[in-house]
């Protein structure tokens, strides 16, 4: 009672996991314990400990306004890794244009 989320861990990583180079990254996808990835994820965000809270197989958010900041976070993610694809392929046009 009192949380407006909960989700099991796996679930919680797959869908969170990009919002932190520890979870997501150049070396490769999170391999320990879901649970630890979630705190880690959790940790490395800033998110005060007292908005959620881990349980034996869930996690558990208190406010919902913390999930729609975890939503804002990743939508921004995604952005921002659209951009840097977007940016990257005009570049190699341009300079395939270049040596033509």
């Known amino acids: 009672a009192g949380f407006a989320y909960r989700a099991p861990f796996p679930r919680f990583m ?3 996991k990009k919002l932190c180079a520890k979870t ?4 490769g996808e999170w391999s320990g314990a ?3 990835g979630c705190a880690t994820l959790l940790n490395d965000l800033k ?17 919902p306004e913390t999930l729609f900041h975890l939503e804002e976070c990743l939508d921004r993610k995604d952005y921002e890794m659209t951009l840097r694809i977007q940016k990257a392929w ?7 244009h270049q040596l033509e």
């Open 14 to 16: 797959k869908r969170y």
């Open 24 to 27: 997501w990254g150049y070396w």
């Open 34 to 36: 879901p649970k630890d």
């Open 47 to 63: 998110l005060d400990p007292s908005e959620w809270q881990l349980g034996k197989t869930k996690i558990f958010i208190r406010h």
């Open 90 to 96: 005009k570049n190699w046009v341009a300079k395939r």
